[in-house]
């Protein structure tokens, strides 16, 4: 799979849930898009990643 245009090799199933968390991301500052598509929040337990996924991760940060 690839995550943010870098691959990334996925050892067993994995959910999005844990797979961000093991990567320390912060699930009400992020906005994660998959294929193509945004993954409501709502989603990423049950998500279950694919080996042949494009993964972007957006990363929000407050300022003005």
């Known amino acids: 799979?690839?995550?943010n245009g870098e691959q990334v090799h996925l050892?067993?199933?994995?959910?999005?849930t844990s797979f961000l968390e093991a990567r320390n991301y912060l699930k009400d500052r992020i906005a994660v898009e998959?294929?193509?598509a945004i993954l409501?929040?709502?989603e990423?337990?049950?998500?279950m990643i694919k080996q042949d996924d494009k993964i972007e991760i957006v990363c929000f940060v407050g300022g003005g």
Do not use: A, I
């Open 40 to 42: 409501p929040k709502k």
């Open 11 to 16: 050892e067993g199933e994995q959910s999005m």
């Open 1 to 3: 799979m690839f995550v």
């Open 34 to 36: 998959v294929n193509g």
């Open 44 to 47: 990423y337990d049950n998500y």
